[in-house]
């Protein structure tokens, strides 16, 4: 299972059993501990997982779209192209279903500002350093 909360709550409705539950809960307290924000860059967070991650929440609420699961979307590398979110014609291609829009809106607002601040960062950074190149070769 691949999601990134000390929230299991929406797992029991799956009917695991209580041991699992536990071990889930000591894993993502293990994991917690263990992780620095300040390591945190562009290429880590692409890495984070959408669905289930208890940083990634809208309304206080975890987030899972089985349309989008079903599409092939499950890590913030797979909105993040180029070091900046997908537009909406990239994202029509990659999502065919009807209120797109509203769920990616709420993908964007559950993202924490810091990512998002760390992603429009690098790509003004990349856009920057190629400007710079074009200008020295010229």
Known sequence: MKCKSSDVTELTKEQIP???I????SWFS??????DSST?????LEDQIIWYNS???????????????????MFLSDIVVNNRFVNLIELGQLV????????FQKIL???PRHWKTLIS???????SKEQLSFLQSG
């Open 18 to 20: 209580k041991f699992y």
């Open 22 to 25: 536990e071990v889930l809960k």
């Open 30 to 35: 293990l994991k917690e501990k263990n992780t």
């Open 40 to 44: 945190q860059n562009v290429h880590t």
């Open 55 to 73: 940083n990634v929440k809208f309304r206080n609420k975890l987030l899972m779209f089985k349309k989008w699961k079903d599409a092939g979307i």
């Open 96 to 103: 065919r279903c009807p209120n797109y829009l509203f769920d």
């Open 109 to 111: 607002t559950a993202i």
């Open 121 to 127: 960062n690098n790509y003004r950074f990349q856009n």
